[in-house]
């Protein structure tokens, strides 16, 4: 049985940083692409980043790129999301994706996703 378990999220004021986390199991996890996605209240979830299943290649959405950091542990079966310089614009339940077959360096969309985690919540007040 596949469980994919983000941690990481909190209340954090603007500029401030978070580090998010994702330990998957009952899969290979190296035979993954994986993904981060974002759902803000009344807005559809979105794919913001994306990596490779060797770390080697990543994708960022624009309005995240050069402030967020798209990471992963093989060896930990752990995906990281690094967020500093947070804005108010950021808050939203954030999502971890695992995809077979996807090459994980183009914006990642909902349907490439096979397994996905409950979600942990960012709040950034300004």
């Known amino acids: 049985q596949v469980q994919v378990v983000e941690s990481g999220g909190g209340v954090v004021q603007a500029g401030g940083s978070l580090r998010l986390s994702c330990i998957v199991s009952?899969?290979?996890?190296?035979?993954?692409?994986m993904a981060w996605f974002r759902q803000a209240p009344g807005k559809e979830r979105e794919g913001i980043s994306s990596i490779s299943y060797n770390g080697g290649r990543t994708y960022y959405e624009d309005s995240v790129k050069g402030r967020f950091t798209i990471s992963r542990d093989n060896a930990k079966n752990t995906l990281y999301l690094q967020m500093n310089s947070l804005k108010p614009e950021d808050t939203a339940m954030y999502y971890c994706a695992a995809g077979y077959g996807v090459v994980g360096w183009s914006k990642p969309s909902l349907h490439d996703f096979t397994y996905w985690g409950q979600g942990t919540q960012v709040t950034v007040s300004s």
């Open positions: 009952g899969l290979t996890f190296d035979d993954y692409a």
